[in-house]
């Protein structure tokens, strides 16, 4: 029998009475050279946006160009799920509706990770401990979870999450500070 505990097991909610504060942002996963040169890269929802948009930092951008990358099916399920939110009678449709096929299309399914099942659990404990301690507002929580999800996901494959998205991350290392990940801002 395994002394690993199980997923549900790995973090003690009721530890969690209080709002988290977030942290400096020089206590923060920003410095890309601390990542190795050769860590698998797994790229958040928000990574993809930005690059349609052009709004990748040039150097994150190069690094994800060279790099090993792994997808993650929760980001791109959330790319997915706009395809079927867009209005179709709106005249902005068509465009962005290419935009997010292509970016689909482009994604190496055997390069496609999903979370496992236990991935799933941790993720539904993590997502409610922090919904609880932070007030999250009932729509926020799916959002919570997803990033939990794609965060677990990275810490699975051993992979590197990059992430613009630096309240959640923030939140989600201070529970789970074994997680990996690469913060940054979009650029201007």
């Not at 790229?43 to 993809?48: C, P, S």
């Not at 409610?128 to 999800?149: F, I, M, S």
């Amino acid at each position: 029998m395994s002394s690993e505990p199980r997923p549900f097991e790995r973090l003690d909610p009721g530890y969690y009475r209080s709002t988290l504060a977030y942290r400096e942002r020089g206590k923060l996963p920003f410095d890309a050279g601390a990542t190795p040169a050769d860590a698998v890269l797994m790229l958040d929802t928000t990574v993809y946006i930005d690059a349609q948009k052009g709004k990748l930092p040039q150097g994150l951008a190069a690094r994800i160009a060279t790099a090993e990358v792994v997808h993650s099916a929760v980001a791109l399920s959330e790319i997915a799920a706009n395809l079927g939110l867009l209005d179709p009678g709106h005249p902005g449709t068509p465009a962005v509706d290419q935009v997010m096929r292509e970016t689909l299309a482009r994604a190496d399914a055997r390069r496609t990770v999903a979370p496992s099942s236990e991935a799933w659990v941790e993720a539904s404990v993590l997502a409610g401990v922090l919904a609880r301690t932070q007030g999250l507002p009932k729509e926020a929580r799916r959002k919570l979870l997803n990033d939990a999800l794609i965060f677990l996901s990275a810490r699975e494959t051993g992979a590197v999450l990059v992430s613009r998205n630096i309240k959640d991350m923030d939140l989600l290392l201070q529970l789970r500070p074994d997680g990996q990940v690469l913060l940054y801002d979009q650029t201007v």
